[in-house]
């Protein structure tokens, strides 16, 4: 991690590059390795952080004139012409799809939000920054968010803001109380984040963001284009239960060219308008960037008001159980006393495989995840991608016992439980049906002493502990464990 006096100098060396017409390759690399003492290749430096300076320097160098939209573009495109092109990536990168907001581009999103000095502005994923302090040269107030700790470092130092440290994907979940946003602009991961690869991964940043958003507030969005009522299906329609689409345009692929990719863009506007109030709006093509601020500045409408000045802060209420709920007495199922009345259940069928089935590498530090050594019938494969290190991947997993185990028939056969969840019920059902080896005495303050041979020893059921991350739906498994028990008539 640079310290924020080197931070400030490179980035004003960089700056001063851009000035004096450009900076090649040949160039960043002469002087990172002349502010740090040494190359990459000798691990001084890497060529993501050298990137990642550019890029913050970049905004520093900008000239923003917001009563001539047309001209700052303008000025905006020539200045990215100067970057130098990234060509290298890192795994993390690709991993993170940290792939920045050009400029010119972030200033088509500023545009379409209409800002003004009042606004709070979210930026859940803002990188290294060019979204939010484009976005905050209006005054406004900024509340980001950076996963990645160098990007992180590196924003709080240039824009002197707190940077919150979230899983954005969680980010209406996870941020603090303070003002609810009343903008978010942001340019989320399209497919790829540190747990997994997903198709509907942008819009369920999108989805997260919009919860966050207060209410009558707009949402700009970098997106790709699967994040539409074609691709993201139910998704997309929960979005649109809160947020009315605004305006669609797809972008030219050639728009993240200096950052290295050629990729199909969206710009997305939502108004957060209320339930009911969504759908799709036509999405029109783009040629070049300067036909999107065209149609931007025709079709995006001003901001609806929010009446009030002030954003209103986020609360979390704590909701007291009416006296009623309190007093009334119900009738209670006790476990195995007509359990399976209550659902139609089946036995858990499943097969064991001799040989346990390989599960495919997806990087050179994951795999992909599927029950290696268990086949359940009529089992669904879990909603989205699950992943092992390859070290965990590498041990096979025992197979479970052969225990007389129903579920409710509809779990199953509707994937309300996955099969990866059904194989951890399996595993927890086999643990709790084992006795710990030997017999066991408790002493004065209460610990166990194995004491095979001593006096009232007893026996000790096994545990199950369950380290799954972010994903694997731990819930489900604990509720369909405990459940899977009741039915079984388990105390």
């Known amino acids: 991690m640079l310290a924020q006096r080197v931070i ?35 691990g001084t430096w890497t060529w993501r952080m050298a990137y990642d300076l550019v890029q913050a320097a970049a905004v520093s160098a900008a000239e923003v004139d917001p009563g001539n939209p047309a001209r700052t573009l303008d000025h905006l495109s020539a200045l990215m012409d100067r970057l130098p092109t990234e060509t290298r990536r890192s795994e993390r990168q690709v991993q993170l799809q940290q792939f920045s907001t050009p400029l010119d581009l972030a200033w088509l999103a500023v545009c379409a939000a209409r800002l003004t000095p009042s606004d709070v502005i979210l930026e859940p994923s803002a ?66 984040s540190v747990t997994r690869s997903d198709p509907t991964l942008a819009a369920r940043h999108v989805f997260s963001a919009l919860k966050a ?28 239960a809160m947020a009315t689409p605004v305006l669609r345009l797809h972008l030219p692929r050639r728009a993240f060219r200096k950052m290295g990719v050629s990729v199909s863009t969206d710009l997305l506007v939502l108004d957060k308008t209320g339930a009911g109030q969504g759908g799709e709006t036509p ?45 009334r007495t119900s009738r209670i199922l006790l476990p195995g006393k007509n359990a399976h009345s209550a659902a139609t259940t089946e036995p858990l069928a499943f097969t064991v495989f001799d040989a346990p089935r390989a599960n495919p590498p997806v990087s050179d530090v994951y795999a992909s995840y599927a029950p290696q050594r268990i086949s ?56 709790f049906n084992t006795d710990l080896p030997g017999k066991f005495t408790r002493d004065d303050a209460g610990a166990l002493e194995r004491r095979d041979d001593a006096d009232g020893a007893k026996h000790y059921r096994q545990g199950y502990f369950l380290g799954d991350g972010t994903g694997c739906g731990k819930g489900r498994q604990v509720a369909g464990t405990i459940l899977a028990g009741w039915l079984a008539g388990v105390g």
Do not use: Y
């Open 8 to 42: 400030r100098q490179i980035t004003k060396d960089i700056t001063t590059k851009f000035k004096d017409g450009g900076l090649t390759p040949t160039q960043l690399s002469d002087l990172m390795t002349s502010a740090l003492g040494g190359t990459d290749a000798q």
């Open 127 to 192: 990188g290294t920054g060019t979204l939010a302090r484009l976005a905050g040269q209006s005054g406004a107030r900024l509340i980001l968010n950076e996963l990645d700790d160098q990007r992180a470092s590196l924003l709080q130092t240039v824009t002197g803001t707190t940077v919150n440290r979230h899983d954005a994907e969680f980010i209406a979940d996870l941020l603090e109380a303070q003002p609810q946003p009343s903008v978010v602009i942001m340019n989320p991961p399209f497919a790829s």
């Open 213 to 240: 958003l207060r209410p009558g507030g707009r949402l700009v969005a970098i997106v790709p284009p699967s994040v539409s009522a074609e691709k993201a299906g139910r998704l997309w329609h929960r979005i649109c």
């Open 283 to 327: 999405p029109q093509p783009c040629s070049d960037l300067a036909m999107a601020l065209k149609l931007i500045l025709a079709r995006c409408p001003a901001r609806p008001q929010m009446g009030g000045t002030e954003p209103t802060p986020v609360t979390r209420k704590v909701i007291a159980p009416k006296e009623s709920m309190v007093q």
């Open 376 to 431: 359940i019938e009529g089992a669904q494969p879990h909603p989205s991608p699950l992943v092992e290190s390859l070290a965990m991947g590498s041990v096979h997993p025992p197979a479970p016992a052969d225990l007389p185990l129903a579920l409710p028939k509809r779990l199953i056969t509707e994937g309300l439980l996955s099969d990866a969840q059904l194989e951890t019920i399996l595993m927890a059902e086999t643990a």
